[in-house]
Nanobody, 115 residues
Framework: QVQLVESGGGLVQPGGSLRLSCAAS????????MGWYRQAPGKQRELVAR???????NYADSVKGRFTISRDNAKNTMYLQMNSLKPEDTAVYYC?????????WGQGTQVTVSS
């Protein structure tokens, strides 16, 4: 079973940037499309960015133009570069395959955007 571990979250002011990382215990990226998801308090978990096995990307409208998903197959790591952060981006961020599998949900990493 592949383990996915998210990191890189933190507290940032509006307009700031963060880069999240998702480390996989083995190279899963060649086998599955991958996604970054987030869950804000009182809301359902949502997909914010997706990267296909071939490397094409898709984004939720709410983050398009501000977030960039990428991966480094050699490092078994996926990234989410988040720029121009807004308070509404505050959430716990998770990585998983796309569509997600229950077995791959990790602890996530908290992102808080606040002045």
């Amino acid at each position: 079973q592949v383990q996915l571990v998210e990191s890189g979250g933190g507290l940032v002011q509006p307009g700031g940037s963060l880069r999240l990382s998702c480390a996989a215990s083995r190279n899963i990226f060649r086998d599955y499309p991958m996604g970054w998801y987030r869950q804000a308090p009182g809301k359902q978990r949502e997909l914010v960015a997706r990267i296909s096995r071939g490397g094409s990307t898709n984004y939720a409208d709410s983050v398009k133009g501000r977030f960039t998903i990428s991966r480094d197959n050699a490092k078994n790591t996926m990234y989410l570069q988040m720029n121009s952060l807004k308070p509404e981006d505050t959430a716990v961020y998770y990585c998983n395959v796309a569509p997600p599998r229950v077995m791959h949900w990790g602890q996530g990493t908290q992102v808080t955007v606040s002045s």
